[in-house]
């Protein structure tokens, strides 16, 4: 088994599973679909490949919350014309964001040759990946580390990831980890609709998804602990 670990930290992200006409509305951490978006653009898959970009479904996914976003609305007026150009109307859309979050996101495979070529892509993307929507790029660092563990035994142990300032005023941190039901011995689970069907322009499609989560306490001790060692 396979794991590599991607950091998810930005200024703005937006993570929408159903927005509709004006308003583009953002969840609160990022969609397995999103992330499969990252990877199929990475190894350079045209959005209309669906039977590719369908197999990348069967990879592991987790995401663990380090760093908790703030929700943000932009609006955008646009403008639409008449058969002859004149002006018909204007209308505001609305597009919701988060800024500042920080999310690690786990993805895996039991096939070590296919994860390596998706962990060559994602360093060296065929076009070029985003998180959520294009004005959001991805950081360059954004590869944290790949390990030879299952998704959620990779993000237990790693460090916290979050700001400075972050851990400095929440000295005791709750992290979320969202992950495939399968993933996870708990009954408890809820539907989201990022299972990726076809990216296509004419008609995205996306199914459901089941989704379990359990909570890791991230501390800044841990961390002061680690800088600690490595300094030994």
Known sequence: ??????????????????????????DYYPSKSAVLGIVAASLGYRRDNDEAIGKLNDLDFAVRVDQEG?????????????????????????????????????LGHEDDKWMDEIIKALGNPYFQPFMGRRSCPLPGDFILEVKDLGVIEALEQLPWQAADWYRKKHKNYRGEIYADKDLFDSKAWIMRKDRVISFSQKERKFGPRFESRKSQILSQEEIEDLDFFEEI
Request: glycine share 4%.
């Open 1 to 26: 088994m396979k794991t590599v670990l991607l950091k998810l930290t930005g200024p703005m992200q937006s993570w929408g599973t159903s927005s509709h006409f004006e308003t583009r509305t953002t």
């Open 70 to 106: 703030i929700l943000s609305r932009d609006f955008h007026i646009a403008s639409k014309l008449k058969a002859n150009e004149s002006l018909d109307r204007n209308y505001v859309t609305n597009r919701y964001y988060l800024e500042d979050a920080v999310f690690v996101v786990a």
